[in-house]
């Protein structure tokens, strides 16, 4: 059996006296979109902060690439292809589209912010964040001040931005979140679209979209993976049912 791209072993964070992971164990396949689903409070963004290295884990590992990043800091896990969406201070609101997108590139590739006004004009980042924006369907809106997109807008933004680092794997943390019903079909295709490019980990509620997209589904309460399979396992599974899925409206077969 092939390597996973990602591993998570045994992670585990506390709070004080609450245990937020659980001795989470997961794997990533290469070209997988993996979701994770569960209650408000289940500690799905605490792990994904553990995964970016944010969050130290108090026990555990995590493995990208058959390589151990479990002590390894935020930007050397960015370099080695791990990137995270959809982080509320992602964008600057002052700079139009193009620039956000630059501005991460450049940052990728390790130069400090104090010199953004050389990405706005490096001939080499611009190209870079336009064929972004053109790959996330914001070619049209490059010059367009972040604080005049639409939400909609700005979450592909958040995603072209993330692009720009070229990685491995994508971590995207609630990506519907406040869309309106034509920009969340608008995503999910999106993603359906990206998903044959790069791994993707995604944490999130609208569970329409997660059926419509996972290849894979683990299942996250109070810290601790109660299932991990296929869409259809996950949506007959009775202990996800009673713990989740039952105060859900999609436990129906999707397309």
């Known amino acids: 059996m092939a390597e996973p791209l990602l591993r998570v072993d045994n992670l585990v ?5 609450i245990v937020a992971t659980d001795h989470v164990c997961l794997d990533v396949g290469r070209g997988e979109l993996h979701a994770i689903i569960g209650p408000n409070g289940a500690g799905k963004t605490t792990l994904i902060s553990q995964l970016t290295g944010h969050l130290a884990p108090h026990a555990g590992s995590i493995h990208l690439d058959g390589r151990d990043i479990s002590a390894l800091p935020a930007w050397r ?26 501005l991460a590139a450049q940052a990728h590739a390790g130069h ?25 369907g914001l070619g049209h809106r490059a010059d367009v001040v972040v604080a005049k997109l639409s939400h909609g807008e700005q979450r592909e933004l958040e995603l072209a931005v993330a692009l720009a ?64 399979g296929a869409p259809d396992a996950i949506r007959q599974n009775e202990e996800v049912k009673r713990a989740y899925l ?9 397309g």
Do not use: C, W
């Open 165 to 228: 680092s070229r990685p491995q794997l994508l971590l995207l943390d609630e990506p519907m979140a406040g869309l309106g019903v034509t920009e969340s079909a608008r995503m999910v295709k999106l993603l359906k679209e990206l998903r044959r490019e790069v791994s993707i980990v995604l944490v999130e509620h609208d569970m329409e979209a997660v059926f419509a997209l996972a290849d894979r589904i683990s299942v996250l309460v109070y810290g601790r993976v109660i299932a991990s």
């Open 77 to 102: 896990r960015s370099a080695l292809g791990l990137a995270r969406s959809f982080q509320i201070t992602s964008l600057l609101s002052d700079f139009t589209a193009a620039d956000n997108v630059a």
């Open 246 to 254: 039952g105060d859900q409206h999609v436990v129906t077969q999707h």
């Open 112 to 136: 400090s912010f104090r010199f953004f006004a050389n990405a706005r004009k490096e001939a080499r980042l611009r190209d870079a964040a336009r064929a972004a924006l053109e790959r996330v």
């Open 13 to 17: 964070r506390r709070f004080g006296g």
